[in-house]
């Protein structure tokens, strides 16, 4: 019986620096909890500025609210951060505070000259509409001229441009939100597509932009 205990005594001993090296390992690489609050606070920051900004003028109390709680979270504990985490964290904010101020400005400037957004509107759709008392049966095909209007114009667009057309996207998207149970499932998906590709040509100008500014 004793002659069985030593060899496996010593299996023991053999097998606890490796094990104890692993348990190094896994520790290692285990993200600090303010590691894992950057890699939330940097994937917010890419989703609101690569998805389209239709609508942003209603959502910024939330927006606002959301970065304030996470950049907050951030700030008291920056100092456990790594070099490379702690720039990253600023090339974030930075980042998110521009795109906020382009945003902010662009609507501003369209929402004090309501002449002028009617006229932007208007080019868009290819008629005088009032959106919010347009008939369900009507949606498709108005989603379908700002669409042609996008693809035909969008080469030339400015900020401001792109952001004019989000504000008559968020109307249009409000109107379907309260028709949509009047519309068969085709009509429905044709429109989500439609959604869709305003959001596809939107980030692709974004993403020229970035590589223009490199």
Do not use: C
Not at 15 to 42: C, G, N, Y
Not at 114 to 127: N, S
Not at 158 to 171: E, F, M, N, R, Y
């Amino acid at each position: 019986m004793k002659r069985l205990l030593l060899p496996l005594a010593l299996l023991t001993t053999t097998l606890t620096p490796f094990a104890t090296q692993a348990q190094q390992k896994t520790t290692a690489a285990t993200p600090s909890a303010v590691e894992r609050d950057l890699r939330s606070f940097s994937t917010w920051v890419d989703q609101k500025i690569d998805s389209a900004s239709a609508g942003a003028h209603r959502k910024w109390p939330k927006l606002m609210a959301d970065y304030d709680r996470q950049s907050a979270r951030l700030d008291r504990a920056v100092d456990s951060l790594s070099v490379q985490s702690k720039q990253k964290y600023a090339a974030q904010k930075a980042r998110y505070k521009t795109w906020a101020a382009e945003q902010q400005s662009a609507e501003a400037s369209i929402q004090g000259d309501p002449a002028k957004a009617t006229a932007l509107q208007t080019k868009l759709l290819g008629e005088k509409v009032n959106i919010n008392t347009t008939r369900a049966a009507e949606l498709p095909d108005l989603y379908g001229r700002f669409l042609e209007s996008t693809r035909a114009q969008r080469r030339t667009w400015t900020t401001a441009d792109w952001t004019a057309a989000g504000v008559v996207l968020a109307k249009l998207n409000g109107r379907y939100d309260q028709v949509r149970d009047q519309l068969d499932i085709d009509e429905k998906v044709r429109i989500r597509s439609l959604q869709g590709e305003f959001r596809t040509l939107e980030k692709a100008k974004d993403m020229k932009d970035i590589f223009n500014g490199l």
